[in-house]
């Protein structure tokens, strides 16, 4: 099985390689990756055994985070190596102030694994949510540094699982402890004979516990708002779009509204502003003379979650196609949630679901019906709102416990 694995990692990274010349997101992966034993080893001896912090992408470096400023605040002498996997996360997070140094993972050769451990030397690893990458986690294993996996989550279709499983499951194995997002991952774990695990909770919500907490005021939302109600559409895709607008070109002066596009470049804005048969305006072009228009166009990458505070209502995108995007951003606020029917792999929006606090929409008459009713009933509105934000805050303190957890001994004895 070892020999298919690296096999299957090979002709991964060949793949890659040929479809670098046409995609830039294959362009920046390979890119990112060269001379990466030289830049590693000159930083070796400056990173000193750091901790070392491993995320597939950006949304698993945002579940990370929490974690990652923790440890710097309450260990400021700490050296943090993060790394990635994907260019979505280490292009927009590379220049990130809390890590000493940032840079992709090596693919997952032996040869890879073993010359990355031993030049950075980490006193121990923290793979985030998921990442299972056989040959540094086997590496990390022979040489007793102390893996952990954090705000874990498993799905009994997942092949650790399955009648042929074993090889994956080895994997899980040499893991020194798990903190799982929920009991049904530990159940999972449990059935398979691991044990080494604690249901903490999931890091996103003190991340956006504290995003909320310190989220900064958006001068030109507040002028554009001028008083009303907002409903606002954040990382809408176009089918999330074409439901939403259709209401809005019916009832334009019911709200306000705004759009953040999942994909803000100009020719997205283009066709999103010729769908829209009412007054709007760009984030970037507003003045006080478009205080009158209805839709107000985000085209600015990096306001989305501090944006939701002035929302009543929200729709979160993805669900007509991959998945929801992070439904959590906006409930922290204490407003109802909406987005679509590709939901039911993420545990937040099936916690929301049954607490009242977000609502699915598989069309535009569902969609309608909805909306009509949350802004026509207060009492419903007021119950959908408490849902949501009690639900955060009966969730947030996962940070805390996986540290203590990690950093016990530390505390305790005053080591590394």
């Known amino acids: 099985m070892n020999f298919l694995y690296s096999l299957a ?3 991964y990274v060949w793949s890659i ?3 670098s010349p046409f995609n830039l997101k294959a362009r920046l992966w390979v890119k990112g990756r060269k001379g990466w034993k030289e830049k590693l080893s000159s930083k070796s001896e400056y990173l000193n055994n750091p901790v070392w912090i491993h995320c597939a992408s950006l949304g698993e470096f945002e579940q990370g985070r929490p974690l990652i400023e923790m440890i710097k605040e309450k260990k400021p002498d700490q050296k943090i190596l993060l790394t990635f996997f994907s260019p979505s996360g280490y292009e927009i997070r590379k220049n990130y102030s809390f890590a000493d140094y940032i840079c992709y993972l090596p693919s997952d050769t032996r040869r890879n694994a ?22 540094y986690i ?9 893996l952990y996996l954090v705000s874990g989550i498993f799905r009994n279709s997942q092949h650790f699982f399955k009648w042929y499983g074993s090889f994956f499951l080895g994997m899980l194995k040499k893991f020194t402890h798990f903190f799982l997002q ?11 004979g691991i044990n080494n695990f604690t249901v903490t909770g999931d890091t996103r919500f003190d991340r956006v516990s504290k995003i909320a907490a310190s989220a900064p005021v958006i001068p030109v939302i507040e002028e554009f708002r001028n008083g009303e109600k907002v409903f606002l559409a954040g990382s809408s895709w176009p089918e999330d779009e074409k439901i939403i607008v259709k209401y809005i070109n019916s009832n334009p002066g019911r709200m306000k509204w705004i759009f953040a596009p999942h994909e803000p470049e100009p020719s997205n804005i283009d066709r999103l502003e010729r ?10 072009e507003f003045s006080g003379k478009n205080r009158d228009a209805r839709v107000l166009i985000i085209d600015k990458i990096g306001i989305l979650s501090s944006a939701y505070r002035y929302a009543y209502i929200a729709a979160v995108g993805g669900g007509f ?4 995007h992070n439904i959590l951003e906006p409930a922290c606020w204490g407003i109802p949630v909406m987005f679509g029917p590709n939901y039911r792999k993420f545990r937040e929006a099936l916690s ?3 607490r009242k606090g977000a609502f699915c929409f598989r069309n535009f008459e569902e969609f309608s019906t909805i909306l009509d009713e949350l802004l026509s009933s207060m009492e419903l509105y007021k119950s959908a709102s408490e849902a949501t934000l009690k639900y955060v805050y009966e969730n947030t303190g996962a940070t805390d416990r996986i540290f203590s957890s990690i950093f016990q001994q530390d505390i305790n004895n005053n080591q590394v």
């Open 321 to 324: 196609g991959k998945g929801i």
């Open 9 to 11: 990692v090979r002709l």
């Open 275 to 284: 769908m829209i048969k009412t007054n709007c305006v760009r984030f970037s």
């Open 182 to 192: 929920d009991e049904a991952s530990a159940e999972l774990l449990s059935k398979a």
């Open 352 to 354: 929301l679901l049954g």
């Open 17 to 19: 390689y040929a479809a």
């Open 114 to 135: 073993k010359y990355f451990i031993e030049t950075v030397k980490p006193v121990m690893a923290i793979f985030i949510k998921y990442e299972f990458w056989n040959n």
């Open 138 to 146: 086997s590496e990390l294993y022979l040489k007793g540094i102390p």
